[in-house]
């Protein structure tokens, strides 16, 4: 590959990761500029690095913007996205609000990296949710097609931001604070203050909410895997369903996934499958689940515990975990501006 000027806008948990995934992955950077809303310096892994105020000037000589994107809000690909393109950079947008636009391609490199050559200057990373699901399942729907997927989601805080991350730390030490000297009959769980990160106290507690609900009930969320898995996959006919909980855990996603396949298939032919799945890590035996803690900082997706429904015929579990912040957006991003940089 040849060199490349880059340019990561936003420097937060997945704007670092964008750093540590150029660097570990020796991406051929020429010049990088980091953007954000105020001027300082930041030290990543001993490194540091100049924040410049981002500015719809700053893109001139710019051949790749890595947009670290914000969920749940209006991200600032939104604002300096058109002016990067007509700078000459090809945008790869972590947030969500390009995804589902249809002159947008919305990549996983593993599962639709075809794609990426379509794009009209700007590309999109799909939800960290949906980027591990179509990982794990993508060789599964090309062999054996998918008729139908439920996704159960135990999703950390860390996909809430810095803030969020913060706030269960902070409530769980207050908690430890507030009940020292008592004994588990009497443990009081809850907390009268919370740190406002969430619609409820996170520590010690799940919340089966991400994102607002919808008329039918469903969170934004819960609603992105659906479409997103339909555009990613480019099928309309799978049908999609899905419940995403919030969970006190700092890094990684983790998911139990139901999926129902269109032909007939064997245990064996879909351990073959996940085996020979690019960005997959697959164990065989079921005590050899991977855990939030065990992938945190790792590029894989780790799929394991394979079961079949003997109810329903050609339908099976699996249980899916990554770390959020790298697969599920900062790795994602910085291996589409690879492909990016292949095809030029």
Not at 21 to 47: H, M, N
Not at 66 to 78: H, I, N, Q, R
């Amino acid at each position: 590959m040849k060199q490349a000027n880059v340019a990561v806008v936003g420097v937060g948990a997945v704007g670092i990761e964008m750093l540590r995934c150029l660097k570990q992955r020796k991406f051929p950077v020429k010049t990088l500029r980091l953007f954000g809303r105020s001027a300082r310096d930041i030290t990543v892994d001993g490194e540091t690095y100049k924040v410049e105020v981002i500015g719809k000037n700053s893109f001139e000589g710019i051949d790749i913007a890595l947009f670290a994107g914000t969920e749940g809000e209006k991200g600032a690909a939104v604002t300096y996205a058109k002016a990067a393109v007509k700078a000459g950079a090809v945008v790869i947008d972590n947030g969500a609000d390009f995804r589902m636009k249809k002159t947008v391609p919305l990549v996983v490199p593993e599962v639709n990296r075809h794609t990426i050559k379509d794009n009209q200057g700007i590309i999109a990373n799909p939800n960290c949710t949906t980027i591990q699901m179509l990982t794990a399942l993508n060789q599964v729907h090309k062999r054996f097609g998918l008729k139908q997927i439920i996704l159960c989601s135990y999703q950390a805080v860390s996909g809430a931001g810095k803030q969020a991350c913060i706030g269960l730390m902070d409530e769980t030490v207050a908690l430890g604070k507030q009940n020292v000297g008592t004994n588990y009959e009497t443990y009081a769980k809850k907390l009268e203050k919370t740190s406002g990160a969430f619609s409820a106290q996170i520590a010690f507690n799940v919340i089966p909410q991400i994102g607002g609900f919808d008329d039918e009930g469903f969170t934004s969320e819960e609603m992105k895997v659906v479409h997103e898995t339909k555009k990613i996959m480019g099928d309309k006919k799978i049908k999609v369903s899905s419940t995403c909980v919030r969970v006190p855990v700092f890094g990684a996603h983790s998911e139990a996934v139901y999926f129902v396949t269109r032909e007939n298939v064997t245990r064996e032919q879909l351990e073959k499958a996940f085996k020979e799945s690019e960005g997959v890590c697959y164990a065989e035996k079921p005590e050899d689940f991977a855990k939030p803690l065990d992938v945190e900082g790792k590029d894989a997706t780790y799929v394991s515990r394979l079961r079949a429904d003997a109810q329903n015929k050609n339908a099976f579990w699996i249980w899916v975990v990554a770390d959020n912040i790298r697969k599920g957006a900062a790795l994602n991003a910085v291996q589409i501006a690879e492909d990016v940089l292949k095809r030029k």
